[in-house]
C-alpha cells in the first residue's frame, strides 16, 4: 500500500498545481472581461474555466513558434502556481473570521470528497487505457519530445482539436503521465462540483448533494475522470457557460456573453461535437427568461465560440483540406485519406449505423441498456426518466431551459450522428439538475422518501458497476491499490512495450526520431515518435502490398528524419486478427515484405515481442 501512496503523492502536487495556476490567470482575465461577475455565484467557474483557456492558448503559442520544453512549461507552472496559491491564502484569510467557516469547509470536504474516493484511487495508477496511450499522452509526448505542435500526416488523430491535451502538457512536463491522470480527474470533478453549485443554488444545498451523489456514482462519469477521457472536460467548459448565462443580468452589458462566447469555444476545442450544443445555446437565448439576452448576445456566443475553436479548424484545413478531418470525408474530402480511411473511422466511432426510422427509435428508447453504445457510455435505466421529469415538472424555467437542450441534443446526436453516448458527455451531466427539481416540487414526505429510495438505488448500482468495470478495464488495478502490485511492475504488465520505452528514453539522444510498426500506442516514449492509427494506411500494409516496397520504405524513412523503427509483434497481430489491417494473414507470404525490410535494419534491443531497431546509413 505504501508504494502507491508515494507514488502519486507528486502527480497530486502537480495537478493541483495546474488548477491553481489556472484559477490566477483566470481570475484576473474575468477582472478584466466582468469586473461585476465577480460577486456571482458562477464566477469561481467561469474564472477556472478562463484559466484554463489560458493554459491552452500558452501552449498553443509556445508550440507553434517552436518553444515547448519542459523546462519552460514547468516554470511557467510554477509561478502560476504560486500566484493562485498566494490568491487562495488570501481569501481564505478574509473569509476565516466568518463563524462556522472552518467548520463548513470540514464538512464540504468529506461531503464531497468521499464520494470520490474510488474514482481518485484508480485514477493515480499509471495509464494503461488504450485511448490515452495512443493520443490523449501520445500527442503531448510528441509536442514535448519536438518542441512544436507537428502534425503527422500518418496519424488521423492529430485532426482532433486538442484543447484537453495541451491542458495535460504542462502536467507531464512536470509528474509524467500519472501527473496528467490525475490532473484529467481533477477536470473532471470540476464538472460535477459545478453541476452541485447549480443544483444547489435553484434547490437548496440537499437537492444539490443529491444531483453531486447521484453523477459521480454512475459509471460514464467514472470512466470518463479515470481513464483519462476528454469529453468531460468540454462539458466543464459548457457547463460554465450555462452557469455564466443564468448569471447574466440586464445591467451587464455585453460583457458576460463575452464569457460564455470564450467558455463556448474552449468546449468546442475539445471536442468539435460541441458545436452542436452551442449551435443550440445560441438559437434558444433570445428566449431564454430572466437574463433577457437579445439576439446580438447570440451572435456574440457563436461568433467568439467559433473564433476561440478556429485554431483546430485551420490547422486541420492546412494539412488535410478539411476543417473537420477526419469527420465528414464524404462531404469535404480529406489529403492523404481514401474511402477506405473513412470506413474504418466511420465503424469505430459509432457514426456507421442504421439509420431507418425503427432503428433510431429503438436506439433513443434504449438508452442506459448494455447494447453497445460505447466503453463508458451506459448509464442507469433512470437517467432518462429523470431528464424527462425534471423538464415536464420542474418549477425553474431556466433549469427547464437547460434539460431541454440536453434532450435536443441526445435526439439530434443519437438520430443522426453517432450511438457513443459519451460524446454527449455534458447532456448526460446535466440530468441530475431534473431529480434536483424533482426533490424541490414535491415536498410531502412521502414522495421525498420515495425519490430518495430512488437515489439510492441509481447510486448503489452505479457505484457497484463503476467499482467492477474499473477494475475490469485496468486489469486489476486494485492489486496495486492494497499492495499486491507494484506501480511499475503492474506498468510492465500491463504495455508490453514498457521496457522498450525506458531503453529508449534512457539510451537516444533527443534527436532520435522512431517510426512504430504494428502499433498506434506511442505514451511513456519520451522521443519523438511517430505511429499510425487503425484507421489510417499502416507502413506494414504498404510492405506487404508491394515486394519492391522494402527498399523504398528504408528510403523514405531517412529522407523524413526518422534513426529507428520500433516493432510491436503482439499488437501487430491483435489487429490483424481483430481487423486484417496489414493484410498478410489473407495471403500466401504476407509477411516476406515486413521479414525483408527488417532485415535491412540494425537489431537494438527486444522485450515481450517489441523490437527497437536502428535504421543504418545509406
Given at each position: 500500500?505504501?508504494?502507491?501512496?508515494?507514488?502519486?503523492?507528486?502527480?497530486?502536487?502537480?495537478?493541483?498545481?495546474?488548477?491553481?495556476?489556472?484559477?490566477?490567470?483566470?481570475?484576473?482575465?474575468?477582472?478584466?472581461?466582468?469586473?461585476?461577475?465577480?460577486?456571482?455565484?458562477?464566477?469561481?467557474?467561469?474564472?477556472?474555466?478562463?484559466?484554463?483557456?489560458?493554459?491552452?492558448?500558452?501552449?498553443?503559442?509556445?508550440?507553434?513558434?517552436?518553444?515547448?520544453?519542459?523546462?519552460?512549461?514547468?516554470?511557467?507552472?510554477?509561478?502560476?502556481?504560486?500566484?493562485?496559491?498566494?490568491?487562495?491564502?488570501?481569501?481564505?484569510?478574509?473569509?476565516?473570521?466568518?463563524?462556522?467557516?472552518?467548520?463548513?469547509?470540514?464538512?464540504?470536504?468529506?461531503?464531497?470528497?468521499?464520494?470520490?474516493?474510488?474514482?481518485?484511487?484508480?485514477?493515480?495508477?499509471?495509464?494503461?487505457?488504450?485511448?490515452?496511450?495512443?493520443?490523449?499522452?501520445?500527442?503531448?509526448?510528441?509536442?514535448?519530445?519536438?518542441?512544436?505542435?507537428?502534425?503527422?500526416?500518418?496519424?488521423?488523430?492529430?485532426?482532433?482539436?486538442?484543447?484537453?491535451?495541451?491542458?495535460?502538457?504542462?502536467?507531464?512536463?512536470?509528474?509524467?503521465?500519472?501527473?496528467?491522470?490525475?490532473?484529467?480527474?481533477?477536470?473532471?470533478?470540476?464538472?460535477?462540483?459545478?453541476?452541485?453549485?447549480?443544483?444547489?443554488?435553484?434547490?437548496?444545498?440537499?437537492?444539490?448533494?443529491?444531483?453531486?451523489?447521484?453523477?459521480?456514482?454512475?459509471?460514464?462519469?467514472?470512466?470518463?475522470?479515470?481513464?483519462?477521457?476528454?469529453?468531460?472536460?468540454?462539458?466543464?467548459?459548457?457547463?460554465?457557460?450555462?452557469?455564466?448565462?443564468?448569471?447574466?443580468?440586464?445591467?451587464?452589458?455585453?460583457?458576460?456573453?463575452?464569457?460564455?462566447?470564450?467558455?463556448?469555444?474552449?468546449?468546442?476545442?475539445?471536442?468539435?461535437?460541441?458545436?452542436?450544443?452551442?449551435?443550440?445555446?445560441?438559437?434558444?437565448?433570445?428566449?431564454?427568461?430572466?437574463?433577457?439576452?437579445?439576439?446580438?448576445?447570440?451572435?456574440?456566443?457563436?461568433?467568439?465560440?467559433?473564433?476561440?475553436?478556429?485554431?483546430?479548424?485551420?490547422?486541420?484545413?492546412?494539412?488535410?483540406?478539411?476543417?473537420f478531418f477526419p469527420a465528414f470525408y464524404e462531404q469535404l474530402g480529406g489529403r492523404g485519406w481514401d474511402?477506405?480511411?473513412?470506413?474504418?473511422?466511420?465503424?469505430?466511432?459509432?457514426?456507421?449505423?442504421?439509420?431507418?426510422?425503427?432503428?433510431?427509435?429503438?436506439?433513443?428508447?434504449?438508452?442506459?441498456?448494455?447494447?453497445?453504445?460505447?466503453?463508458?457510455?451506459?448509464?442507469?435505466?433512470?437517467?432518462?426518466?429523470?431528464?424527462?421529469?425534471?423538464?415536464?415538472?420542474?418549477?425553474?424555467?431556466?433549469?427547464?431551459?437547460?434539460?431541454?437542450?440536453?434532450?435536443?441534443?441526445?435526439?439530434?446526436?443519437?438520430?443522426?450522428?453517432?450511438?457513443?453516448?459519451?460524446?454527449?458527455?455534458?447532456?448526460?451531466?446535466?440530468?441530475?439538475?431534473?431529480?434536483?427539481?424533482?426533490?424541490?416540487?414535491?415536498?410531502?414526505?412521502?414522495?421525498?422518501?420515495?425519490?430518495?429510495?430512488?437515489?439510492?438505488?441509481?447510486?448503489?448500482?452505479?457505484?457497484?458497476?463503476?467499482?467492477?468495470?474499473?477494475?475490469?478495464?485496468?486489469?486489476?488495478?486494485?492489486?496495486?491499490?492494497?499492495?499486491?502490485?507494484?506501480?511499475?511492475?503492474?506498468?510492465?504488465?500491463?504495455?508490453?512495450?514498457?521496457?522498450?520505452?525506458?531503453?529508449?528514453?534512457?539510451?537516444?539522444?533527443?534527436?532520435?526520431?522512431?517510426?512504430?510498426?504494428?502499433?498506434?500506442?506511442?505514451?511513456?516514449?519520451?522521443?519523438?515518435?511517430?505511429?499510425?492509427?487503425?484507421?489510417?494506411?499502416?507502413?506494414?500494409?504498404?510492405?506487404?502490398?508491394?515486394?519492391?516496397?522494402?527498399?523504398?520504405?528504408?528510403?523514405?524513412?531517412?529522407?523524413?528524419?526518422?534513426?529507428?523503427?520500433?516493432?510491436?509483434?503482439?499488437?501487430?497481430?491483435?489487429?490483424?486478427?481483430?481487423?486484417?489491417?496489414?493484410?498478410?494473414?489473407?495471403?500466401?507470404?504476407?509477411?516476406?515484405?515486413?521479414?525483408?525490410?527488417?532485415?535491412?535494419?540494425?537489431?537494438?534491443?527486444?522485450?515481450?515481442?517489441?523490437?527497437?531497431?536502428?535504421?543504418?546509413?545509406?
Amino acid at each position: 500500500m505504501s508504494v502507491w501512496i508515494f507514488s502519486w503523492a507528486t502527480a497530486l502536487v502537480v495537478a493541483i498545481a495546474v488548477v491553481s495556476a489556472a484559477w490566477a490567470a483566470g481570475c484576473r482575465l474575468l477582472e478584466l472581461i466582468w469586473p461585476r461577475g465577480r460577486e456571482r455565484v458562477s464566477a469561481p467557474y467561469a474564472a477556472l474555466g478562463l484559466g484554463f483557456g489560458s493554459i491552452v492558448a500558452t501552449v498553443f503559442v509556445l508550440g507553434s513558434a517552436g518553444w515547448l520544453s519542459r523546462p519552460l512549461l514547468v516554470g511557467l507552472l510554477l509561478l502560476g502556481a504560486t500566484v493562485g496559491l498566494l490568491d487562495t491564502l488570501r481569501i481564505l484569510r478574509d473569509r476565516a473570521g466568518v463563524p462556522g467557516f472552518w467548520h463548513k469547509c470540514g464538512l464540504e470536504a468529506i461531503v464531497l470528497g468521499v464520494p470520490a474516493v474510488l474514482g481518485f484511487a484508480y485514477a493515480t495508477l499509471p495509464p494503461v487505457f488504450y485511448d490515452a496511450l495512443v493520443y490523449h499522452l501520445g500527442l503531448p509526448n510528441l509536442y514535448l519530445a519536438s518542441g512544436s505542435l507537428i502534425y503527422p500526416d500518418t496519424f488521423s488523430l492529430a485532426g482532433y482539436p486538442q484543447n484537453a491535451e495541451l491542458i495535460f502538457t504542462p502536467a507531464l512536463a512536470a509528474a509524467g503521465e500519472v501527473g496528467v491522470r490525475v490532473t484529467g480527474f481533477l477536470l473532471t470533478w470540476a464538472s460535477a462540483l459545478l453541476l452541485r453549485r447549480l443544483a444547489a443554488e435553484r434547490f437548496g444545498e440537499v437537492a444539490g448533494n443529491l444531483a453531486y451523489l447521484l453523477v459521480v456514482s454512475q459509471w460514464f462519469f467514472t470512466f470518463q475522470a479515470v481513464f483519462l477521457k476528454v469529453d468531460l472536460v468540454g462539458a466543464f467548459f459548457l457547463l460554465a457557460a450555462f452557469a455564466v448565462i443564468l448569471d447574466a443580468g440586464e445591467a451587464d452589458g455585453s460583457r458576460p456573453w463575452v464569457v460564455v462566447g470564450l467558455l463556448a469555444g474552449l468546449a468546442v476545442g475539445v471536442k468539435f461535437a460541441n458545436l452542436v450544443p452551442v449551435g443550440l445555446v445560441a438559437i434558444s437565448l433570445p428566449w431564454l427568461p430572466g437574463s433577457r439576452p437579445r439576439w446580438r448576445h447570440a451572435l456574440i456566443v457563436l461568433g467568439l465560440a467559433l473564433v476561440v475553436g478556429s485554431p483546430w479548424l485551420i490547422r486541420n484545413t492546412i494539412h488535410r483540406g478539411n476543417p473537420f478531418f477526419p469527420a465528414f470525408y464524404e462531404q469535404l474530402g480529406g489529403r492523404g485519406w481514401d474511402e477506405d480511411n473513412a470506413a474504418r473511422m466511420r465503424a469505430e466511432t459509432g457514426m456507421s449505423v442504421d439509420r431507418s426510422v425503427a432503428a433510431r427509435a429503438q436506439r433513443f428508447a434504449t438508452i442506459g441498456w448494455r447494447t453497445g453504445y460505447g466503453s463508458g457510455g451506459e448509464v442507469s435505466r433512470a437517467w432518462i426518466p429523470l431528464l424527462l421529469a425534471g423538464l415536464a415538472l420542474s418549477k425553474r424555467r431556466e433549469v427547464r431551459w437547460l434539460l431541454a437542450l440536453a434532450v435536443v441534443n441526445l435526439l439530434l446526436g443519437l438520430l443522426f450522428f453517432t450511438v457513443y453516448l459519451r460524446i454527449y458527455a455534458w447532456a448526460l451531466l446535466v440530468v441530475p439538475l431534473g431529480a434536483a427539481a424533482l426533490w424541490d416540487r414535491f415536498r410531502h414526505v412521502t414522495a421525498r422518501v420515495a425519490l430518495g429510495l430512488i437515489t439510492a438505488w441509481v447510486v448503489v448500482t452505479g457505484y457497484i458497476t463503476s467499482a467492477t468495470a474499473c477494475d475490469l478495464i485496468s486489469g486489476g488495478g486494485s492489486r496495486v491499490i492494497f499492495g499486491k502490485l507494484t506501480p511499475d511492475d503492474y506498468l510492465v504488465e500491463r504495455i508490453s512495450y514498457t521496457p522498450i520505452a525506458r531503453y529508449i528514453n534512457e539510451n537516444l539522444g533527443p534527436e532520435a526520431r522512431i517510426r512504430v510498426l504494428g502499433s498506434a500506442r506511442t505514451a511513456y516514449i519520451h522521443r519523438v515518435c511517430i505511429a499510425s492509427y487503425v484507421w489510417d494506411d499502416p507502413l506494414a500494409a504498404e510492405l506487404v502490398d508491394d515486394d519492391s516496397a522494402a527498399r523504398a520504405a528504408m528510403r523514405s524513412l531517412r529522407e523524413q528524419g526518422f534513426t529507428h523503427v520500433l516493432l510491436d509483434t503482439g499488437e501487430m497481430e491483435r489487429l490483424e486478427r481483430s481487423q486484417g489491417l496489414f493484410g498478410y494473414s489473407q495471403r500466401e507470404g504476407g509477411r516476406d515484405g515486413i521479414d525483408r525490410f527488417l532485415r535491412g535494419l540494425t537489431s537494438l534491443v527486444a522485450a515481450n515481442g517489441v523490437y527497437l531497431f536502428e535504421i543504418p546509413d545509406d
